[in-house]
T-cell receptor, first 117, second 111 residues
Framework: DVKVTQSSRYLVKRTGEKVFLECVQD?????MFWYRQDPGLGLRLIYF???????EKGDIPEGYSVSREKKERFSLILESASTNQTSMYLC????????????????FGDGTRLSIL | DQQVKQNSPSLSVQEGRISILNCDYT??????FLWYKKYPAEGPTFLIS?????DKNEDGRFTVFLNKSAKHLSLHIVPSQPGDSAVYFC??????????FGTGTSLTVIP
């Protein structure tokens, strides 16, 4: 079974801090994603990565950056945390099977509830 | 612009009855559709999916229907159980690299 592990379930940080959220998957998946989930807005894609050191912006990349130095690990970085980045952050992964994802679901971690004070 | 829409933020159903959750999409290039279930403080878990070559897929109490001409899909849960109470997200993908999610419907099954 695929396991996607996010390093923290709950995190509290202060405005202006640099924040790192870590995600590790154990199934050799090429593609990894970071979403945030907010009430009434669903899941919004921040960044995704289709290979080591490769990244693409999603719908809401402003204020975030990412790092993919190893295939199994995808980090989300809040360069200078702000209160409007208080949210649930979700990491997901999926195997690349060619054109698109060939009808398979993403696998999600349990999420990190981040509060910025 | 929201390419996948769930217009009902919440739904309440009596235990044993049918729950019907609806989802609309705008992009005719989507060819794979999924439903995820999410409990509070947990990540979404995959529930059921359907490819665009089908109009129905069934898995136990869960059935997904796809109406391509209307760009509409629905999830039927029969019979509904209290443990089904959760937020349900529909999602869609095509040949690109992204999945597109709806805003979710919070289902409450009343015992």
């Amino acid at each position: 079974d695929v396991k996607v592990t996010q390093s923290s379930r709950y995190l509290v940080k202060r405005t202006g801090e640099k924040v790192f959220l870590e995600c590790v998957q154990d199934m050799d998946h090429e593609n990894m994603f970071w979403y945030r989930q907010d009430p009434g807005l669903g899941l919004r894609l921040i960044y995704f990565s289709y290979d080591v050191k490769m990244k693409e912006k999603g719908d809401i990349p402003e204020g975030y950056s990412v790092s993919r130095e190893k295939k199994e690990r995808f980090s989300l970085i809040l360069e200078s945390a702000s209160t409007n980045q208080t949210s649930m952050y979700l990491c997901a992964s999926i195997k690349n099977k060619g054109l698109g994802y060939s009808n398979q679901p993403q696998h999600f971690g349990d999420g990190t509830r981040l509060s910025i004070l | 612009d929201q390419q996948v829409k769930q217009n009902s933020p919440s739904l309440s159903v009596q235990e044993g009855r049918i729950s019907i959750l609806n989802c609309d999409y705008t992009n005719s290039m989507f060819d794979y559709f999924l439903w995820y279930k999410k409990y509070p403080a947990e990540g979404p878990t995959f529930l059921i999916s359907i490819s665009s070559i089908k109009d129905k897929n069934e898995d136990g109490r869960f059935t997904v229907f796809l109406n391509k001409s209307a760009k509409h899909l629905s999830l039927h849960i029969v019979p509904s159980q209290p443990g089904d109470s959760a937020v349900y997200f529909c999602a869609a993908s095509g040949t690109g690299n992204q999945f597109y999610f709806g805003t979710g419907t919070s289902l409450t099954v009343i015992p």
